[in-house]
């Protein structure tokens, strides 16, 4: 019969190890035994970007790359976007189940009461440039929250940590639309909490005077875009939450390191880069000549290509339908059109089909949140805004992991062996 074990013989001393195989994987910690002598420090496994290399155990979000699944706690996302509110997902990937009506109604009532900021905080927002990035004012004002709530470095309280989870819920959106209304010279228009999550932050943002009629077709349309946003397993910006987490610090600054990663233009900064792309091509038949220019290794299609998704990412499949709902309201994205046929070509050019680059999350939500009235540097705040559920569900099952210590990657040393100081006078 025949075990989970991988029998290794190291060819440098002819010794055989029996390494154990669990859920896949093998214990890199495993490959510490296999030795070239008694003084060498057993062999590391090596994987830098981490392709083939799990860095936890967790039950929040599942995706298989080359069938285009992705379900929050088992639920197909297709059903969650379909039926769901982004609170509900939020208590379920962060719970892990979804809320019956009473705790959702708790739930709801815990996140309204904590929309508002400390004045201090608009004062932080008001310091920046008038055309200063907004995720930068976002990361900045959301590791400033750490300042102000002290009690949030009490992280294996869970009492704390419910609350510092429900502060940043909360407060996420009021901050981003705070940083809009910067970046245009206006003044906050302050949280209504008799509105819903969505249709406060559209609120916030847009309110002019006033003078503001939430389209209940876009609200609902942003919502499901947050619910498409919230999880995605171990990407960057939750490994960066993780990874800064595991040094038990307070959420409001692991979460401000997610941020960060998630600003990064091969990250969630995309969305922001899909725009200038298209932007760049101006016109659908300049699309010929660009793609023959990425073919030459001159940039990357950008909103294309994925690290676990080999197909088509099942999100990018759901948004197209969106941008349909949206622009019946708002009239058709001119760049629509160069980005359809962008997909079209790519779709069918070998050079990207051999790579397996199809569209991820970002290529369509640009056109989407364009359309809906949001600055291209927006775009990619409002993926944080639905990220965050995630980054919180991470963290948490992070800290509950009885596997987890603080993350220390070890490493090769290439650099120069011993050497005696030069001094200045004889460099
Ligand atoms: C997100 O991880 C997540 O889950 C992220 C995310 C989430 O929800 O959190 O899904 C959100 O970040 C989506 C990705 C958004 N980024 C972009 O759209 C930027 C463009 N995409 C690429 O930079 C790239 O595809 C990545 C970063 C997304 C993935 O890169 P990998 O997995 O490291 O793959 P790779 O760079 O090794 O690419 C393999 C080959 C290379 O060609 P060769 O050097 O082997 O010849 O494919 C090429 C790459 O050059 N390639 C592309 C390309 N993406 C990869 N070539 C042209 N255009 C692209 N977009």
């Not at 058709?332 to 359809?340: E, G, Q």
């Not at 987890?404 to 004889?426: A, E, L, N």
Request: hydrophobic share 40%; glycine share 8%; with cysteine.
């Amino acid at each position: 019969m025949p075990t989970d074990t991988l029998t290794v013989t190291d060819n440098r001393t002819g010794k055989t190890y029996e390494i154990k195989i669990s859920d896949g994987t093998i214990s890199a910690t495993d490959l510490r035994q296999i030795r070239s002598s008694p003084e060498d420090f057993g062999l590391m496994s090596y994987d830098p970007a981490f392709l083939n290399t799990a860095s936890c155990r967790s039950a929040i979000t599942f995706i298989d790359g080359d069938k285009g699944i992705l379900r929050y706690r088992g639920f197909p996302i297709e059903e969650l976007a379909e039926h769901s509110s982004f609170l509900e997902i939020a208590y379920l990937l962060c719970e892990g189940e979804l809320p019956t009506r009473s705790q959702l109604e708790v739930w709801e009532r815990d996140i309204s009461g904590h929309t508002y900021v400390h004045t201090s905080i608009s004062k932080f927002l008001d310091g920046f440039r008038y055309n200063a990035h907004p995720m930068g004012m976002l990361l900045g004002a959301v590791s400033a929250l750490s300042t102000f709530y002290p009690d949030a470095a009490h992280v294996l309280d869970r009492k704390q940590r419910y609350v510092q989870r429900i502060r940043l819920l909360a407060k996420m959106p009021t901050i981003a639309a705070f940083a809009f209304r910067h970046s245009r010279g206006l003044p906050y228009e302050y949280p209504r909490n008799d509105l819903g999550y969505v249709a406060n932050f559209a609120n916030m943002t847009f309110n002019i005077g006033g003078r503001f009629e939430p389209n209940r077709v876009l609200i609902r349309a942003l919502e499901v875009l947050l619910i498409l946003h919230a999880d995605h397993e171990q990407n960057c910006s939750t490994a960066a939450m993780r990874a800064v987490g595991s040094s038990q610090v307070d959420p409001f600054s692991a979460i401000s390191a997610a941020i960060a990663a998630l600003y990064g233009p091969l990250h969630g900064g995309a969305n922001e880069a899909v725009l200038h792309m298209l932007e760049e091509i101006g016109d659908i038949k300049n699309v010929p000549s660009f793609v023959e220019k990425l073919k030459k290794g001159h940039g990357k299609l950008m909103g294309f290509g994925h690290r676990v998704y080999k197909s088509y990412d099942p999100r990018a499949r759901l948004i197209k339908r969106v941008a349909d709902e949206v622009f019946e309201q708002t009239g058709l994205n001119p760049k629509l059109d160069i980005a359809l046929e962008l997909e079209r070509i790519a779709l069918q050019d070998e050079y990207f089909i051999s790579r397996k680059l199809y569209p991820n999350v970002d290529f369509y939500t640009g056109l989407i949140y364009q359309a809906m009235g949001y600055p291209t540097e927006f775009f990619t705040v409002l993926f944080a805004l639905g990220r965050t559920p995630g980054w919180l569900a991470q963290w948490e099952e992070m800290l509950l992991d009885p596997e987890t210590k603080i993350s220390r990657p070890r490493q090769v040393y290439i650099g120069h062996p011993t050497r005696p100081f030069v001094p200045i006078h004889r460099r």
